[in-house]
């Protein structure tokens, strides 16, 4: 079955901590994905990458940094968590977007509370 | 820019049907998925349109019109456990998402 694993659940922080959430994918995917979903604004994605050692902003990656140094691993770093980024965190990969029959798989969500 | 259109909420008796639309705007297009995500749960696929047209998959359909910007999911012999929101999201380089229609389905 394919399966895309977020490391936590559940987190709480404080301000000014650095904050890392992970994400593992089993399917050899290309494509991985960080969004964050908040309510009235759906997701928003904030980086995605094509390959290993490679990432690209999305449409919100102020105060946020990510890691892609293994293909199955994504990883999203809040250096300095604030209170704003309260959110659910979801992880996804994919094929590459021409690819025939293509889906996008997510991960079960990491709801962080920052205080 | 890009830009993707879905109405916020909708309301439907069980056994009903429902039509939920979705217009988007965007530089580029692969084909475009509508997912279906429970409160507090990960968003799970419910389709994915390449070309124009209707692609059907039991109580579920989905269409495209590519010249028009435009998809619907159409949901048949609603069920209290479809409500919940569904997604719509264009596939370009990356995959946009729109704000998701939360639909309710009453007895």
């Known amino acids: 079955d394919v399966k895309v694993t977020q490391s936590s659940r559940y987190l709480v922080k404080r301000t000014g901590e650095k904050v890392f959430l992970e994400c593992v994918q089993d399917?050899?995917?290309?494509?991985m994905f960080w969004y964050r979903q908040d309510p009235g604004l759906g997701l928003r994605l904030i980086y995605f990458?094509?390959?290993?050692?490679?990432?690209e902003k999305g449409d919100i990656p102020e105060g946020y940094s990510v890691s892609r140094e293994k293909k199955e691993r994504f990883s999203l770093i809040l250096e300095s968590a604030s209170t704003n980024q309260t959110s659910m965190y979801l992880c996804?990969?994919?094929?590459?977007?021409?690819?025939?029959?293509?889906?996008?798989?997510f991960g079960e969500g990491s709801w962080l509370t920052v205080v | 820019g890009q830009n993707i259109d879905q109405p916020t909420e909708m309301t439907a008796t069980e056994g009903a049907i429902v039509q939920i639309n979705c217009t988007y705007q965007t530089s580029g297009f692969n084909g475009l998925f509508w997912y279906q995500q429970h409160a507090g749960e990960a968003p799970t696929f419910l389709s994915y349109n390449v070309l124009d047209g209707l692609e059907e998959k039991g109580r579920f359909s989905s269409f495209l019109s590519r010249s028009k910007g435009y998809s619907y999911l159409l949901l048949k012999e609603l069920q209290m456990k479809d409500s919940a929101s569904y997604l719509c999201?264009?596939?370009?380089?990356?995959?946009?998402f729109g704000t998701g229609t939360r639909l309710q389905v009453f007895p």
């Open positions: 399917m050899d995917h290309e494509n």
């Open positions: 990458s094509y390959d290993v050692k490679m990432k």
């Open positions: 996804a990969s994919s094929l590459l977007p021409e690819s025939s029959g293509n889906t996008i798989y």
């Open positions: 999201a264009v596939n370009t380089d990356k995959l946009i």
